[in-house]
């Protein structure tokens, strides 16, 4: 017979194990000596000590769940009661019941964890309910629709809630969503039916515009011109894809009937190289007034700039593009700090254009009134003259016109 502090093997090759509620059997060992019977159920005593540490370490250093953490114990308890191994079996029970008792401490653990975050996914959730429907009503329809886009991404990475709640209030963020889709699938649909009226009234201006362009009837065609790009400015754009060709094709038909009239001009008019010499010397003194640092004193002393530059009349054809240039860029460069201003001060960048509006419609009409007196008169050169001059004031006036136009007048 042969025996250890756990165990023994009898005669007979019954092998005990011994427990706190006395000695019971593990097995019969007829294969060899009592030694190796209890070598080989020590063993087996020794797997049961390395699966258990095991399934502590999973219980406390991983997400093992509950239910599978007990029916680990449960199995690990049967084959620790089945007495199929010599060691200290009462320690390995014990061992099972703390773990039994760890695993529902995280069991409990977890489930205010889950509460936790569910009602920390409920606040998000409805947190984000109440951005959509704000969003809803937003007319910035990029940025809204971006920020809503965003928020379905974050809807997405939170946890579901119980299905009544997140259903509820899924309906509210989705209802949200639908509605601002809606309001800004209206606004677009009323956008581009104005854009399409835009180009049905810009083809029909551009239709005139070239009938137009080989027109010798200088004065009456001059001023149709005029009121074609007052039609022009009054009928709002049209789609991005139409809008730059039909504006080129107009612009070209005024160019040509311009160009020709200028060449015209041009030659009967024998004091342009000395205009081209004092327009030169305007536009050096235009030039001074960039870069602006008092608005309103380069307004004035460009309009006093303005007014002689177009009572001096053409220049020839071929330097008017690079002294008119000059003359643009001072003129843009005003027109930049005006715009500039008027963000800062919009009601008083308006009034100060309707002033400036006033005052040239005013400028306008006088000499349209002093035209046709001298018309009246028989006195066709000084007509001709003011006619000169009513060109420049008239393209000042369509100038003020658009930028009263751009301020919503």
Excluded: C
């Amino acid at each position: 017979m042969s025996s250890d502090p756990w165990g023994r093997v009898d005669e007979t090759g019954t092998v005990y194990v011994r427990t706190a509620d006395g000695e019971q059997v593990v097995g019969s060992w007829q294969a060899g000596s009592p030694e190796e019977a209890l070598a080989y159920f020590e063993r087996k005593y020794e797997g049961l000590v390395v699966e258990i540490g095991l399934l502590e370490k999973r219980v406390k250093t991983t997400d093992l769940s509950a239910k599978d953490a007990q029916t680990a114990v449960d199995h690990l308890r049967e084959q620790v009661d089945a007495h199929h191994a010599v060691g200290d079996l009462d320690a390995l029970r014990a061992r099972l019941d703390k773990l039994v008792a760890l695993v529902e401490t995280r069991r409990e653990e977890r489930k205010a964890q889950r509460a936790k975050q569910s009602d920390e996914a409920r606040g998000a959730k409805e947190a984000l309910v109440a951005e959509a429907e704000e969003l809803a009503r937003s007319d910035q329809w990029r940025a809204a629709g971006e920020r809503l886009r965003s928020l379905v991404d974050t809807w997405k990475g939170l946890p579901r809630l119980d299905r009544k709640s997140d259903d509820e209030l899924w309906h509210r963020f989705s209802h949200a969503r639908s509605a601002f889709s809606k309001r800004r699938k209206q606004h677009f649909a009323q956008l581009d039916a104005q854009r399409e009226e835009a180009r049905r009234t810009k083809e029909r201006l551009v239709s005139e515009a070239e009938a137009l362009s080989n027109s010798t009837d200088w004065g009456p065609t001059a001023a149709r011109y005029r009121d074609l790009m007052s039609e022009w400015k009054a009928a709002g754009r049209a789609q991005r894809e139409h809008e730059d060709d039909l504006w080129n094709r107009f612009r070209g038909a005024q160019d040509v009937f311009f160009a020709a009239r200028s060449s015209v001009f041009a030659e009967r008019d024998a004091e342009q190289t000395e205009n081209l010499k004092l327009k030169e010397e305007l536009v050096t003194e235009a030039e001074k007034l960039v870069p602006v640092t008092d608005l309103k004193a380069a307004r004035a002393a460009f309009r006093s700039v303005n007014e002689r530059w177009e009572a001096i009349g053409h220049v020839p054809r071929d330097a008017r593009p690079k002294v008119e240039g000059r003359m643009h860029a001072v003129e843009r460069a005003l027109q930049e700090a005006e715009e500039a201003e008027w963000r800062r001060t919009n009601p008083e960048a308006r009034a100060r254009a309707e002033g400036l509006t006033g005052q040239l419609q005013a400028a306008v009409d006088k000499l349209r009134s002093q035209i046709e007196q001298a018309r009246g008169q028989g006195n066709d050169a000084k007509a001709d003259k003011l006619a000169r001059e009513l060109e420049g004031r008239q393209a000042l006036l369509d100038q003020a016109l658009k930028g009263l136009h751009e301020f919503g007048g």
